[in-house]
């Protein structure tokens, strides 16, 4: 992963720390509206969360079959603890670990995560997630992105992220070409507490493969 991990940096791959981190500045309310007005997730469906971290999405989703999965242990234990029989945690990678899950999720997000990845990670990541996904599913991801005219302090934001990926739209929308997925986008300004500009990606299954 392209990203930050020394000093103050490597405190947020504490679990309490990075959830705490992440509430101070708005997480509630970010990810409540996130839920509620992109993944509008319907009840009993079955939801891959891509590196879940400590699952903190879990608390504002509807009885659903959810699995996370997390390369860091440590997110997966507290989820563990926190959550224990509301979903299923793994421990692993994304990309490789999930095989026996091919063609059975209705619903995969990836949050806060491609910004972290360099463009061949985010594109192997997304080609494995295609088997993983229902003929009539979705990806969804969520990022910090670079805007034109962006505010100054966003762009500060931006430039102190622990990932070094951060893109501009269309640099997003390239990891997912040649893929075969239909993609719409969407971009939130006013998500957390602090300036801050978020874009969405939804991928289906491209029309012509879903008629095949
Ligand atoms: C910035 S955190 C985001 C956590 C959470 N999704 C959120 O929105 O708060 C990114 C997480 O992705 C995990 N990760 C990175 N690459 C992964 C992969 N290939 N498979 C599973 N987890 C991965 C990291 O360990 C890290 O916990």
């Avoid at 990810?31 to 903190?56: F, H």
């Avoid at 421990?91 to 997000?109: M, T």
């Avoid at 806060?112 to 990670?121: C, G, I, K, S, T």
């Avoid at 969520?142 to 501009?168: C, E, F, M, Y």
Wanted: proline share 4%.
């Amino acid at each position: 992963m392209a990203q930050r991990i020394t000093g103050l940096y490597q405190s947020i791959r504490i679990p309490s720390i990075y959830k705490g981190l992440m509430f101070a500045l708005g997480a509630d309310n970010a990810i409540r509206r996130y839920v509620n007005e992109v993944l509008k997730p319907t009840p009993g469906i079955k939801m891959l969360d891509v590196g879940c971290g400590p699952a903190n999405i879990l608390a504002y989703l509807p009885s659903l079959n959810y699995t996370g999965i997390d390369l860091n242990e440590k997110h997966i234990a507290f989820a563990r603890e926190l959550y224990g029989s509301r979903g299923r945690f793994v421990v692993g990678n994304a990309a490789n670990d999930l095989r026996q899950d091919e063609n059975s999720f209705d619903l995969i997000n990836i949050s806060a995560l491609l910004h972290h990845l360099a463009d061949d990670e985010a594109i192997s990541l997304f080609t494995s997630l295609k088997r993983l996904l229902k003929q009539d599913g979705r990806i969804v991801t969520i990022d910090n992105v670079w805007l034109p005219r962006q505010r100054t302090a966003v762009k500060l934001i931006n430039k102190l992220d622990s990932g070094l990926n951060i893109r501009t739209p269309g640099g997003y929308l390239e990891l997912l070409n040649g893929q075969g997925f239909d993609v719409q986008t969407r971009v939130f300004h006013d998500l957390l507490r602090i300036p801050y500009d978020h874009i969405v990606m939804i991928a289906r299954h491209g029309s012509k493969q879903r008629s095949d």
